[in-house]
């Protein structure tokens, strides 16, 4: 068996400020549910509001659901940013930068109680993440053939 030391690359630091980037709208989108609970008065612990209870149910839920798409995607995309960034800081990064944005879009898409309209720009965020996982491949595959 060989054993590789792994020494990152400076410019891994840009991988790192896209990762804390996404952070802080995940901040953002929390508040945004925080608000939208006083708003249409659904009060913890109640995860999604129930129709036959409040009127302005799906409003709600759509907010709701905008940033727990978020949240479940998370794990994917700081793993995959950061494994990427190991082989191509600036390409992971630029990726990491361009996701974060496209998933600002998708929840501003989806808190307008449309559903579909979180696809506009935020349909785009998948195409980032494919581009990190190809990222990824090759860090994977870098490890392998050293």
């Known amino acids: 068996m060989v054993e590789a030391e792994l020494t990152l690359p400076k410019e891994f630091g840009y991988v790192v400020l896209a990762i804390v980037h996404y952070c802080f709208l995940n901040f953002w989108m929390a508040r945004q549910v925080g608000k939208a609970r006083q708003k249409y008065k659904v009060f913890y612990p109640t995860l999604y509001a129930s129709e036959a209870e409040n009127k302005d149910a799906k409003l709600f839920n759509c907010v709701q659901r905008g940033h727990q798409s978020s949240l479940e995607m ?3 995309f700081f793993i995959l940013t950061t494994l990427a960034g190991i082989r191509h800081p ?5 990726l990491g930068f361009i996701y974060t944005i496209t998933r600002y879009f998708f929840f501003i898409g989806y808190s307008t109680g449309d559903p579909q ?5 935020g349909k785009f965020g998948f195409l980032a993440l494919m581009g990190l996982m190809v ?11 050293a």
């Open 74 to 76: 998370m794990p994917m």
């Open 117 to 121: 309209k979180r696809l506009s720009i």
């Open 90 to 94: 600036f390409v992971a990064a630029s």
């Open 135 to 145: 990222c990824s491949i090759s860090c994977g595959i870098r490890f392998i053939l």
